[in-house]
């Protein structure tokens, strides 16, 4: 097993290969794959790096796959389909239009999820569940709806592409409303420009992390930002409390102020 570990290359490498190389172009398999280019290419130099080969033919104007990468895309391919189908026959699901139905644990912390991806909110829901509530919405709108119609998260958690209102549209309006403006945003999203993630700190997020995640790494940064938010409501809470203290003293101060000059007077 260990030395199974060692030479396997890592699946998203696999991924991002096996798409290129049917499709014949990066940019079209970003698009499939919902990444960017420069995603598709980095996890394909990183397969290459692993192989100790180059597995296409770069040009200024083309990307064609060598020979012994055809033969290892024939290779790729069908092991990958034989994963695919032997997940879902694992999982059971034949549906991806609606999200799964997600139980509610009325002692834990609250995430909401916002993303027009039904997979995307099954992967999360089975990294979050059992840790925390988990709510969540296929649009941007419906989110907004259920947030203004009383409903409340400790953590939301956004996706940047999405029809209609997209992720930081809806963090826009978030952070202008009083009430939702201190929930922590974070964004989850298979955007890793620079620019991408310039954006999502601009527009109010606490953080940003990009497609494939590693679970372990994501729940730490949920943990500190749940961590923080209860951290800032103590500290308001006892800035509130003191401040009521105060206005309570200046009254019984203002009181005693005016019983010395009635009796002055």
Known sequence: MENLKRNLPPLTSLVAFEAAARLGSFSDAARELNVTREAVSRQIRAL??????????????????????????????????????????????????????????????????????????????????GRYQVVAHTRAEDALDWLLAGGEADLIMLDVRMSGMDGYALCRRLKAMPRLAKVPVMFLTSLDAPEDETEGFSVGACDYVARPFAPAVLLARIRVQLDLRRSNMALENLLQRRADRLERAEALLAGIRRSLADFQG
């Open 48 to 129: 290459e790096a692993h192989l100790g080969l180059s597995l296409f033919e770069r040009s200024a104007n083309s990307t064609v796959l060598r020979d012994w990468g055809a033969r290892y895309f024939e290779t790729v391919s069908g092991n990958l389909e034989n994963i695919a189908l032997a997940s879902v026959a694992i999982r059971g699901d034949e549906n991806d239009e609606e999200p799964p139905e997600l139980p509610m644990e009325s002692d834990q912390e609250r995430i909401l999820i916002v993303d027009d991806m039904p997979a995307n909110i099954r992967r999360l829901h089975d990294v979050l569940h």
